[in-house]
């Protein structure tokens, strides 16, 4: 019966500390990044601008990545580059923290939920 006990408790403390790993290695990734994707530490580098669905399974993607908006054409079957922005035509998107209708962004609303929750 003893036995029993205490291969319980071993197990309960392995499980504790699997899950403490976890929530650690899951803060350090999104810190710092994986796999050259960059984590929530640098969200200022890779965003969704704006998003056109025009088909099933298929969309349109302005995207920023650091400087520079890419617009990207995504189907069920891959990912292509239509077009990457000059640095004129990009301007508006990089310096705009709204959607064209005035409203502020998704993402915004959450960052600024989250700020006012800590």
Request: overall charge positive.
């Given at each position: 019966?003893?036995e029993?006990?205490?291969?319980l ?20 990734i999104?810190?710092?990044g ?6 929530a ?19 349109l993607?302005?995207?920023r ?10 189907t ?8 990457e ?5 990009a ?11 005035g ?16």
């Amino acid at each position: 019966m003893l036995e029993n006990g205490l291969t319980l408790l071993w197990m309960l403390v392995a499980v504790v500390v699997v899950l403490g790993l976890a929530y650690l290695a899951t803060r350090w990734i999104s810190t710092r990044g994986i796999g050259g994707i960059m984590g929530a530490g640098s969200a200022g580098e890779f965003s969704v601008l704006r998003q056109i669905v025009v088909g099933r399974n298929e969309r349109l993607l302005l995207v920023r990545l650091g400087e520079r908006c890419l617009l990207l054409g995504v189907t069920g079957g891959g990912i292509s580059l239509l077009k990457e922005l000059e640095p004129e035509e990009a301007e508006y998107w990089l310096r705009s923290k709204t959607q064209p209708n005035g409203a502020p962004s998704f993402l915004d609303v959450i960052r600024e939920n989250f700020k006012k929750k800590k």
